[in-house]
């Protein structure tokens, strides 16, 4: 068979591209489960302006990225090694984006708070019906997180309506000290929902399941190489093609670091979500890797 290739929405029914019913699906968090409704520092300026404090969004964002990557050198893994919380490793964040300002401590702990929720993100419509579907498709399918992130998360998804699904199947790396694209945090999530669901190799081997997960992100690297990496099934969802494989196959782009970083804090949930109504095909990149740009044509490729 030949890679890449396109798969139009109605031809998942077809023998060669059936797929088996999944076992385990696990997903990313930010930008996958979930996204701001507007980018974060509009949102930043918003409530910092009810604090008397005015700043440029647009050059909070272009300062964010080096930012992002100091903090994370100088407190790796959210200060879990340095004896800072991961709140105050956020703290530090909003100062530091916001300097020479000095921000008052209140306004930090609005925009934290504000961030643990419905205040600052929404769930895309497409994600809850496919999780739903799968649901009611395939009772025995676990569900989980796999995310480069710290346990403020469990607080999120908890906010925002999506813990019930997941239950203690969350593995983040702030808890194991992995993350990825380390196929290590894709073979800790998977021993422990074999642990907790010994069913699973009911009939089938642990190499035999692994062809049977799949991970759901946002990144190329992360996400779809890193679960196709561990022997598990990685999907790309890219609601706005960045990585430019939902068209023309020449058009492949890698997302540099600065990029990457930009877009963790540069999402419109309203813009990106009408843009990946637009295209319903898939991208095999090859036999463990795929790509989409809104889970109903996930819904499409596993319910046909």
Known sequence: MQFPKSIKINQWDLPANKLK????ITFDAYNTLYSTTLPVMEQYCKIGLKYGIEADPQHLTVKFPKIFKDLRASHPNYGKYTNLTPNEWWETLISNIFEPIKVPKEMITEILKTFEGFGAYTVY???LEFLKNMRAAFPGTIFGVVSNTDPIMHTLIKNIGLAPYFGTHVYLSYDLEVSKPDPKIFEHALSDIVTKNPELLENMSYEEL???CWHIGDERL???SGAS????NGVLIDRMNKYKFLGKLSEENEREEYELYK???????QESWKLSLFQT???QIDKRQFVISNFNT?????LS
Do not use: E, H, Q
Not at 21 to 24: F, I
Not at 263 to 269: A, E, F, P, V
């Open 210 to 212: 692994k062809k049977r």
């Open 222 to 224: 992360n996400d779809m």
């Open 281 to 283: 095909d898939a991208m």
């Open 21 to 24: 019913p999944p076992k385990v």
């Open 125 to 127: 419509p497409d994600l």
């Open 298 to 302: 996930l819904s499409k490729m596993f």
């Open 263 to 269: 877009d963790k804090i540069d999402n419109n949930s």
């Open 229 to 232: 990496n561990a022997g598990w």
